[in-house]
């Protein structure tokens, strides 16, 4: 392999805060808006993706607030309803997905050894569409104090007509919201797969491909796949909306209905969208800390393939109380139930992975078994209410929320910061603040059960979500939920901070960051020059 | 071993504190850990499964991580271990070890709860096998109708517990948020087969004793089916966002013996041949404004408000209303497109403003109108009679169907 020594070390200038070694380039905001450095607009993506997690955390915080105690205290049922579907979209649209899309950006090139993206210029494009989509999203909520509109979407992310069709002017600014988004989703998307396709390096077969790469490249067909489809989705909600055309209104010859139908053939493979990211990068941290190579890496990439075919077939399992005819509620329980194999693939070879390795428990280590832990209940719970019959009960309920919120805060956001606090060093060359780190993990880990474990019961106990005020049944849950989301909000000013830390400063970082690192980016120095890999190495 | 262990004891001080503050709370809750007790034969179904499901689960999550912990005490660096290199199964025998976990799940998935759960859904969704009644629910922005088709008995249930209570101005009753004016009452050990749709958006008819839940679909009639087994009040709410006052759009059902059922149903037939009978008759102006403002506080304070200043721009204002200091008839006496009596009979498309000809009976809507016409600082001075409602809807016979 080509040595980083060879590399030009002169301007070690990737890094979030460093200043360019380049004379030509522009500085100062003109670099940012014109960068095309993978490494410039990866950091971008994650910065953004941190700041979004903020806002969204925040609506969600003023909800959780008003369902500490029964009775409306803090707002009104209306701007409730805006609260929870914004804060669904923000954190999907504008936090995960970005922070997964920063992710393959800074580490995909370093991984298989190329100088950058393979369309840089698109890169730029694709994140700075990013801004004004969330000014969309968010821009109702302040035009309202002005008087103008009556808030932002207040449907829920889900957008169901013809609910819809019957809400404000927050719904069209959500729809053009969206569209944005989704541009810029796919043209991350395909930039990804081009890359993947032509510049690995000489030797790097597909099927030594780093698992991190597989899993952002079936996330990058899923959603080259699914997201014409929401947008043609809300598009037809537009025109329903403004055209006179009927879609979704029965009495016009439409069925509201199509709608599910359509947002959740996007919507279920949006949740492996969000995760394959994050189960490629998994095995990554556990084999480092494990000192022990990947174990079964084919069976992984033959899961996510599956997963990502299995994703778009089984929609309906999120609306089976829609009166679904038998047939396609016996089809669709048993194909989501199917998805437990491959799924049960990935546990089985993180934990064969760690077995009669040399474990040691460094802060990205205890996010990755963290994530093993709670994404496993949400795996368990996703059974659970694959059937049929119980999701009955389940579904629309408090149960739903707590599983979703285990698949995607502790499966999602946890995966993100594993990712984070693995490969910060390489990124800044300095050393993350263990002591912090770890603080930050435990009262992630405790604050997060505390605020959704109590969840579960309360969807056992029938109530329903999406309710701005509750009866009274179902306060001490309610309270003890509150209590925890507080904690794990705040928790987040440590992650915050530790990530400002380490970008000012900090120990420094050697070229393999940590001991047990296997693969191309740990060759280059910390943080890696400008452009990435100058001379492909050779992997033999 | 020292050195992972340190941030428990880090945590260790904010805990107790925490739990230490909540303990008063904990102590004296009454927490619901599983499902409320089951009445029917799928809620009874759906109870066992659920059991089965999470002893299955917890086993899974039990074993899988026990292994995983045994592994991360063994296996770690500060003990010495050498890592292994192994990096897929070899060998017959580990092959075995690989794929015995995955045949445990097909067996899981596929035949210990794959086979109960199709005769599940088979008995769910069998609604018409010696069904003994229907019920038709239709779900409207913020309650629900009633409809018996056998005896025509057909009314609304609104949520009782009062704003007062919401706003904290006022001690909140037992059954907080799950009260009603009119509940839904069903005859017990009969196989009641339920039709579902909704006028405007989507809701979901919820009742967690029975274990039944469906959506109420603007324009398609859903079905299921409950055989309640012990009479009592059951309660439970609309589970899908359907706009504002989602979570105030409680479903209460009384389940009675069949005698009291049967008899109830009399009582409510009469009821209805006594509010047909107010169309016949001529009303005074005052009679109708008195009416009005019952119904005005039941089926528009929601959203037009009680002082009737709306919230715009979703909901617009009565007082001062354009529409409703028009004109009430043509002069013809034929209803004038986009008045306030064409608004209150027919509504507004693609808004919470619904037809209310297809909930209120005439001497209510009769009623209504003229109050909003002369309530509010709107001083119109006219009315309208039950009886010339009761005609519109016949000559817009056509619009109604």
């Not at chain 1, 507080?486 to 393999?512: E, H, N, P, T």
């Not at chain 2, 009603?180 to 405007?200: E, F």
């Not at chain 2, 008819?205 to 089916?225: C, M, N, S, Y």
Request: with cysteine.
């Amino acid at each position: 392999m080509n040595k980083a020594s060879s590399l030009d070390h002169a301007a070690p200038s990737g890094d979030a805060t460093g200043q360019h070694g380049y004379g030509s380039h522009p500085a100062g905001i003109l670099r940012w808006l014109t960068t095309t450095n993978h490494k410039d607009i990866g950091s971008m993506y994650l910065i953004f993706a941190l700041i979004m997690f903020f806002v969204g955390g925040a609506m969600i915080l003023a909800v959780r607030a008003e369902l500490f105690q029964p009775g409306l205290q803090l707002m009104q049922p209306e701007f409730f309803n805006q609260l929870i579907g914004v804060h669904a979209l923000v954190m999907i649209f504008a936090a995960l997905m970005p922070a997964a899309t920063g992710f393959a950006n800074w580490q995909i090139p370093l991984m298989i050894g190329a100088p950058d993206m393979a369309l840089p210029r698109i890169n730029n494009w694709g994140f700075w569409l990013l801004p004004p989509a969330a000014m969309l999203l968010t821009l109702p909520f302040i035009l309202a104090i002005f008087g103008i509109g009556d808030g932002a979407v207040a449907t829920g992310w889900t957008l169901y007509a013809p609910l819809s069709v019957q809400g404000g002017m927050g719904v069209d600014f959500a729809i053009f919201a969206i569209h944005i988004l989704g541009i810029s989703s796919i043209l991350g998307s395909i930039n990804i797969i081009v890359t993947i396709f032509n510049l690995r390096a000489p030797g790097m077969t597909m099927m030594k491909l780093p698992l991190f790469c597989w899993g952002w490249l079936i996330t990058a067909f899923l959603l080259i796949a699914t997201i014409p489809v929401l947008a043609g989705a809300v598009t037809m909600l537009l025109t329903d909306r403004h055209f006179g055309t009927n879609f979704f209104n029965a009495a016009g010859g439409g069925d509201p209905i199509l709608f599910q139908h359509l947002f959740w053939f996007f919507g279920h493979p949006e949740v492996y969208i969000l995760l394959l990211p994050v189960w490629g990068l998994m095995p990554h941290v556990i084999s480092t800390f494990s000192r022990k190579p990947v174990y079964g890496y084919k069976a992984q990439v033959y899961s996510f393939i599956a997963i990502g075919v299995l994703g778009v077939v089984v929609w309906a399992h999120h609306f089976l109380t829609a009166g679904l005819p038998v047939p396609a509620l016996l089809y669709f329980m048993y194909s989501t139930m199917a998805i437990s194999l491959p799924l049960a693939v990935l546990f089985f070879c993180w934990i064969a992975t760690m077995w009669r390795g040399a474990m040691s428990f460094e802060t990205p280590m205890l996010f990755a078994i963290g994530f093993i832990v709670l994404f496993g209940m949400a795996g368990l719970t996703g059974l659970v209410l694959a059937d049929v019959a119980a999701d009955a009960q389940y579904h629309h309920s408090y149960f739903v929320v707590a599983h979703f919120h285990y698949a995607l805060f502790a499966g999602g956001i946890m995966g993100v910061m594993t990712g984070v606090y693995y490969w910060l060093p390489k990124w800044t060359g300095h050393m993350v603040d263990e002591k912090l780190g770890k603080l930050h993990f435990w009262l992630t880990v405790v604050s997060f059960n505390l605020t959704f474990m109590p969840q579960f019961f309360l969807g056992l106990a029938g109530m329903p979500r999406r309710i701005p005020d509750y009866a009274l049944q179902f306060t001490e849950f309610n309270a003890i939920s509150t209590v925890g989301a507080f904690i794990l909000g705040l928790s987040q000013l440590i992650f915050a901070y530790v990530v400002w830390k380490c970008m000012r400063g900090g120990g420094k970082a050697s070229d393999r960051v940590w001991e047990g690192t296997t693969g191309l980016e740990w060759d280059l120095p910390s943080p890696p020059p400008h452009h990435s890999w100058e001379t492909q190495p050779v992997i033999k | 071993m020292k050195t992972p262990h340190r941030p428990c004891l880090r945590l260790a001080i904010p805990l107790p504190a925490l739990l230490a503050a909540l303990l008063p709370a904990l102590a004296h809750a009454d927490y619901s850990w599983n499902f409320p007790t089951p009445v029917t034969p799928i809620a009874r179904n759906t109870l066992h499964i659920h059991n089965e499901f999470m002893i299955i689960i917890t086993v899974l999550f039990v074993t899988v991580f026990a292994i995983m912990i045994y592994s991360m005490f063994k296996h770690r660096k500060s003990l010495g271990h050498q890592p292994a290199k192994f990096t897929g199964p070899t060998g017959t025998v580990q092959w075995l070890w690989a794929l015995v976990p995955f045949a445990i799940l097909i067996f899981i998935d596929y035949i210990l709860v794959g086979i109960p759960a199709y005769h599940a859904v088979i008995q769910m969704e069998d609604t018409k096998t010696k069904a003994d009644m229907v019920l038709k629910v239709t779900g409207m922005q913020w309650k629900w109708q009633y409809e018996y088709p056998d005896s025509g008995v057909k009314f609304i249930s609104n949520m009782a517990t009062s704003r007062e209570q919401i706003a904290n101005k006022e001690a909140k009753g037992p059954h907080y948020l799950l009260d009603v004016d009119n509940p839904v009452v069903l005859p017990v050990g009969k196989k009641v087969r339920i039709l579902i749709t909704s006028t405007d958006v989507i809701h979901t008819w919820w009742v967690p004793q029975f274990a039944v839940k469906r959506d109420a679909i603007p324009g398609f009639l859903r079905e299921t089916w409950v055989n309640i087994e012990t009479p009592g009040i059951y309660r439970g709410q609309c589970a899908e966002l359907c706009g504002k006052d989602h979570g105030f759009m409680p479903v209460v059902v009384q389940a009675l013996p069949e005698a009291e059922y049967l008899a109830w149903i009399d009582r409510k037939k009469s009821e209805m041949a006594a509010a047909a009978a107010g169309s016949e008759k001529t009303w005074s102006k005052d009679e109708l404004i008195a009416a009005g403002k019952d119904v005005y506080e039941k089926q528009c304070a929601v959203c037009h408000q009680p002082n009737g200043q709306g919230m715009p721009p979703a909901f617009p204002p009565i007082a001062g209303s354009k529409i409703v200091t028009g004109p009430l008839l043509s002069p013809e006496g034929k209803l004038i497109k986009d008045s306030h009596v064409d608004r209150a009979l027919n509504g507004k498309e693609g808004t919470a403003m619904q037809a209310f000809k297809n909930t209120l009976s005439d001497t209510e809507l009769a009623a209504v109108i003229t109050y909003q016409r002369n309530s509010f600082g709107n001083a119109k001075g006219d009315f309208i009679q039950p009886a010339m409602i009761k005609i519109l809807r016949q000559t817009e016979k056509k619009e109604i169907l």
